[in-house]
């Protein structure tokens, strides 16, 4: 009997394992640059026969650098899931495919069995190719999308190649015939010795010399790691325009006599302005183009035009405008280690503004922001300028995107006292033109609020809201962080802490109701979309009131609200709860409506905060006779003289609109 039980608990443990469904993109190692890859899609937890979900529709929506591979084609479908049964392809950096069972029935798929081979175009470099999950769908027998399904993501790395080689000759990075020992990889150390080295993809060596006379070009879609020792005796050129900036990075010593020179592009229409960090030392002003450059003042909260000769310092970032599109170009060696910046000031009296220290990202690359950074007497979040708006990130949520800084990006920090100072590290450096592989946990009790105008989504402004029972209600630097104000033709959003404080990343120590402010430039309609609502507990009530329109949304139900707007300052018409605002469709159909006399009398039970926002009375022809509004539980109502007849009640609450008929003597 013993031995009966625990082999059925044995098959009970076996099923829930098998359970688990999981679909994988096989890592790649080795692989040879300019050669074609084959990259296998498995699945597991699929298999109805022992334990598993059946499947009866597959959508997978994948991403992969363009730089480092092209997709090629797709190959070697599984049998039970034929070729004609797919539809596949790829737009850009991006692979889509989609299978429905063709009679509309469910299939058993065995474990660890191969879907389909994507097969690419390898370029060179280490890559990731990464399921978009959020738009990845796998339905079962009841056309219900499979939950708790995880997507695991590849990663592709070049051979680690010879242990020297020599380039000849004039093309790109991974052509194989003028390297005298096969392209460079991770162990090769690379001698550039006659002629134009192009690098229009992802490189690696261990070591690389530049020769008198040679020349080494990143264009803006390429990129170049070197693990130890650069060495540079000819001319090395870090290229930029309208689709991007080359990127490098260097891990070892910037050694030679050569020249050295990095460029940026900045385009302008004569309307905005950009924030930028200088990447070498002893630049002046000049070095930027034909641009007008202007230093930042904490304690003024004001900028100074800077002149010609003014040397610009690596570390710190200046506000760039023109009337032209124009690219600077920096000479000097590129940093390779860590850049500590010091005496940041602490002296403006305005809250918003005191502590603001403008610096820059010194790098020849893109820095993921948070990763073993130093801050003394500093608040934790950031503030980048994307052209017409500031964006914000405390290390793990915020509008900048991943927290990733291009490079020669310039942001401002927070001093919180005399003596502050940040630590920027070469750590942190990452190629902008890769995928950055995030951690896949989902920062919980988070929701993002983005606002734009209807007509003019592209220009648009965002807050975070998160619930942390380790933070303060009052501004707190190590999670919050202060909405700095942008454009103001466009519209801005904020909510507002316990002391008033306009906040673009509110973290509060539990769910309490939060003020939104959204600041309108002009009259029209606006819509405010709702996001990372999933990152709460599923019985979560979460609700959003308009009070000017006496109305409540359900963000379970309705992820976003649109809105009119006179263009005037409404600082107290907005509300995020934690709980829903009006009667849910329960409550409706409790209502009780009767007449007594020349009054409507309504009751019903009591629940919260209930409320009628509008109760209208409409004649069977749909003429309207009267309306209310904003009506508790109970009520009662004046009802107007009117024809004996029949009657429509409509009412609206926050969660549901219904009609009710009426019989009026």
């Not at 339905?139 to 380039?167: F, Q």
């Not at 385009?267 to 641009?291: I, K, M, R, W």
């Not at 409790?590 to 006399?597: A, S, V, W």
């Amino acid at each position: 009997m013993k031995k009966s039980f625990l082999s059925i608990l044995f098959l009970i443990l076996v099923n829930i394992i098998t359970a688990q469904v999981v679909v994988e993109l096989s890592n790649i190692s080795g692989a040879e640059p300019g050669a074609l890859i084959s990259v296998p899609v498995k699945v597991t937890g699929l298999d109805g026969a022992n334990g598993g979900i059946p499947v009866s529709a597959i959508e997978l929506h994948i991403a992969f650098d363009s730089n480092s591979a092209e997709y090629d084609t797709t190959l070697d479908f599984n049998t039970a899931m034929p070729l004609a049964q797919w539809f596949f392809g790829s737009i850009d950096n991006e692979y889509s495919t989609n299978w429905i069972e063709p009679n509309l029935q469910t299939l058993n798929i065995q474990d660890h069995s191969v879907l389909f081979n994507i097969v690419f175009l390898y370029k060179g470099g280490n890559t990731t190719i990464e399921f978009i999950s959020n738009r990845c769908e796998l339905l079962n027998a009841n056309y219900e999308v499979i939950t708790g399904v995880t997507y695991m993501s590849a990663t592709i790395t070049p051979g680690a190649g010879s242990d020297a080689s020599r380039w000849n000759g004039n093309g790109d990075w991974n052509t194989a015939a003028n390297w005298s020992n096969g392209i460079p990889g991770d162990n090769t150390n690379a001698i550039v010795e006659s002629g134009m080295l192009l690098i229009q993809s992802s490189s690696v060596s261990k070591s690389l010399t530049v020769s008198n006379g040679s020349t080494l070009q990143i264009y803006p879609d390429g990129s170049l790691t070197v693990d130890s020792t650069f060495d540079n005796n000819g001319t090395f050129q870090i290229l930029s325009d309208a689709s991007g900036t080359g990127s490098a990075i260097f891990k070892g010593d910037i050694t030679g006599t050569g020249s050295f020179s990095t460029q940026n592009y900045l385009a302008f229409d004569g309307t905005q302005y950009h924030l930028l960090g200088c990447p070498v030392e002893n630049n002046s002003v000049a070095a930027v183009s034909s641009f007008q450059v202007a230093s930042y003042s904490e304690s003024s909260a004001s900028w100074t035009q800077l002149s010609g000769s003014s040397i610009l310092e690596r570390g710190k970032a200046y506000k760039v405008s023109g009337d032209a599109s124009d690219v600077s170009v920096f000479s000097g060696k590129p940093l390779s280690s860590d850049l500590t910046i010091n005496n940041l000031q602490y002296s403006n009296s305005n809250v918003t503004e005191k502590g603001l220290n403008l610096i820059g990202n010194p790098f020849t690359s893109a820095l993921v922001y948070g990763q073993d950074w130093t801050g003394i007497n500093t608040d934790q979040s950031i503030y980048c300028w994307n052209g017409y708006n500031y964006v914000s990130w405390n290390g793990s949520i915020g509008s900048l995107t991943d927290g990733i800084i291009p490079a020669m990006q310039g942001f401002f920090v927070r001093a919180n006292s005399a003596n502050a100072s940040v630590t920027i590290p070469s750590s942190a450096r990452i190629h902008s033109n890769q995928p950055y592989l995030k951690s896949s946990a989902e920062v919980s009790n988070t929701i993002n609020l983005k606002i734009e105008s209807t007509l003019d989504p592209l220009h648009f402004d965002e807050a975070f809201i998160q619930v942390d029972p380790l933070s303060t209600v009052q501004y707190d630097g190590q999670f919050d962080a202060y909405k700095l104000p942008g454009l103001a033709e466009f519209p801005q959003i904020y909510s507002v802490a316990s002391g008033d404080e306009k906040m673009s990343i509110n973290v509060q120590p539990q769910k309490e109701s939060v003020s939104v402010v959204c600041e309108i430039p002009q009259a029209g309609s606006y819509r405010i979309t709702f996001g990372n609502l999933s990152s709460f507990p599923q019985d979560q009530q979460l609700s959003f009131e308009d009070k000017k329109e006496n109305t409540s949304i359900n963000l379970r139900t309705t992820s976003s609200y649109t809105f009119l707007s006179d263009g005037s300052s409404e600082p107290s018409r907005f509300m995020l709860h934690y709980y829903l605002v009006g009667m849910d469709e329960l409550l409706a159909e409790k209502l009780q409506f009767r007449i007594e006399g020349d009054k409507l009398l309504i009751d019903g039970p009591e629940q919260g905060n209930s409320e009628i926002q509008s109760l209208d009375l409409y004649s069977i022809t749909g003429q309207k006779i009267i309306g209310y509004r904003n009506l508790g539980i109970p009520s009662n109502v004046n009802l107007p003289s009117v024809s004996p007849g029949l009657y429509i009640l409509r009412v609206s609450t926050a969660g549901v609109t219904f009609s009710r008929k009426i019989f009026l003597n």
